[in-house]
């Protein structure tokens, strides 16, 4: 699991890569809010999670996603999933979390 | 032909565990030319089912043993995750989409879910010696 994050004029675009999982999952989640609570206080950001190079990904990862938008929902913060790999997307659309969190490119 | 084959592979339930287990489970399937989607639900099914074994069944304690016992026969594949933790007291309501019994911990209750939609049976039982076993059913090349 690796995460690089870019904020640029409201957008703040946080690439994660690996495999999300159980074990992935706390740095994840502890690692992304971290990133998003630095830029809060800001205005209103976009954040833009690029699922792009995430080779595997189990309910876990809906889990963390979720999360993440229920904590941040009321803070002025839109998140967006951004290019979802195959294995990423086949679950998300699954789950129905687009519809939560909509699905850019 | 690969007909009636087997293996067993007893795990220690920590996390960083389910990465060698479903990539395992993943290996022996590979001479039954599976596609790669069905590879991928196969694997993420697996995941889903040892999760449920380190997260619920043994609460998350990194301890207890999980025991995957993959069968092939033809093309029909069988995964059964068995785990000695503390059994579930309502399968069918833990079956629900979204039902957790952990909701503050970012758990999306999905588990079962993905297992049903990625694979052609589910089968879970209480064992009677405690524990659970998941029974994970598709065919290749369907």
New interface residues.
């Given amino acids: 699991m690796d995460i690089t994050y870019f904020f640029n004029d409201g957008i703040l675009d946080i690439n994660v890569s690996g495999?999300l999982?159980?074990?992935s999952?706390y740095l994840m989640?502890t690692t992304i809010d971290n990133i998003i609570d630095s830029y809060v206080d800001k205005g209103p950001i976009n954040v833009n999670i690029d699922l792009s190079q995430i080779s595997?990904?189990?309910?876990?990862g809906?889990?963390?996603l979720?999360?993440r938008y229920k904590k941040f929902a009321n803070k002025n913060v839109i998140i967006n999933l951004k290019n979802p790999s195959?294995?990423a997307d086949?679950?998300l659309k699954?789950?129905g979390i687009y519809e939560i969190m909509p699905k850019v490119s | 032909m690969n007909s009636n084959n087997y293996f067993v592979l007893t795990l220690k339930a920590k996390?960083?565990n389910?990465?060698f287990a479903?990539s395992a489970v993943g290996a022996f399937l590979v001479p039954l030319s599976p596609s790669i989607?069905e590879l991928?639900d196969i694997?993420?099914a697996t995941?889903?089912a040892v999760?449920n074994s380190?997260?619920h069944a043994y609460g998350g304690k990194q301890d207890g043993d999980i025991t995957i016992t993959v069968v092939t026969n033809d093309h029909e594949v069988e995964i059964i995750v068995e785990d000695d933790g503390c059994g579930i007291p309502n399968i069918e309501e833990a079956k629900q989409p979204f039902y957790t019994t952990r909701p503050n911990?970012?758990?999306?209750?999905?588990?079962f879910?993905?297992m049903e939609?990625f694979m052609d049976s589910v089968v879970v039982t209480n064992k009677k010696t405690g524990g659970i076993r998941v029974s994970l059913k598709k065919k290749l090349g369907t």
Avoid: Y
């Fill in positions: 495999e999982d159980e074990h999952a989640r595997f990904m189990d309910s876990t809906i889990g963390v979720l999360g195959k294995n086949k679950i699954m789950a | 996390s960083e389910e990465s479903r989607e991928t694997k993420t995941s889903e999760t380190i997260v911990e970012d758990r999306s209750g999905m588990g879910t993905v939609s």
